[in-house]
Structure formats: C-alpha cells, structure tokens
C-alpha cells in the first residue's frame, strides 16, 4: 500500500513563491505516475499537474501552466510542486495523488492519495 505525505503548504503573499513537496512510501516501485490537486472551500477538487515517474513527462492543467512547475526525485519517490507568482485564487487545500498504471486529469484515475496540504496567499 503507498502511503503519501504532503509539505511545503503555508501562508504566502501574493507574487510569492512555494514549493510543495509529496514523499511516497510503501510499495512505491508500482507508482506510475504522481499529480497534484487542489481544492477550494465551495469548488470541485481540480487537477493541477501531473509527472510520469519513469522519463518525466508532464501534464498541467490550464489554469496554472506557466505558473507551476512539477518534478520528481525518483531516488527519493518524492514529487515536488514549485509554484510562482501565486494569487490569491491559487489558495486551496493541495493533494497529492498516485497511480501505478495511469496519467491523468481526473481524480477518480489515481488509486492512492495524501492528506492534504494547506496553500493560503493573501493580497
């Protein structure tokens, strides 16, 4: 069973900066693919970015492309979420998910979830 484990969440101006870090454990080496979704009070979990584990090839969701960027440390089975220029209608709650054998846009394509971590940018 994989286990993931988000950090990086706080309190941020906006124009600021954050990094969102996901460290996967337990039976990592199924782990496909790794996203990031978010989601704020009174709106549907929305899909922010996703990477393939294996070469790296993204997908990001339309609302943040050119804003965030997402990587991952395959050593380390961990998945990170550099966002920029972060505005107050990117705060939200920020999940990381996985997947052994998909990528995808929707949340319901990835087995395995974290917790959750909270993004807040104030103006």
């Known amino acids: 069973q994989v286990q993931l484990v988000e950090s990086g969440g706080g309190l941020v101006q906006a124009g600021g900066s954050l990094r969102l870090s996901c460290a996967a454990s337990?039976?990592?080496?199924?782990?496909?693919?790794m996203a990031w979704f978010r989601q704020a009070p009174g709106k549907e979990r929305e899909f922010v970015a996703a990477?393939?584990?294996?070469?790296?090839?993204?997908l990001y969701g339309d609302s943040v492309k050119g804003q965030f960027t997402v990587s991952r440390d395959s050593a380390k089975n961990t998945e990170y979420l550099q966002m920029n220029s972060l505005k107050p209608e990117d705060s939200a709650v920020y999940y990381c998910?996985?997947?052994?054998?998909?990528?995808?846009?929707?949340?319901?394509?990835?087995?395995?979830w974290g917790q959750g971590t909270q993004v807040t940018v104030s103006s």
């Open positions: 337990g039976g990592t080496f199924s782990i496909y693919a």
């Open positions: 990477i393939i584990l294996s070469d790296g090839r993204t």
């Open positions: 998910a996985a997947d052994p054998q998909r990528v995808g846009v929707y949340e319901d394509g990835y087995d395995y």
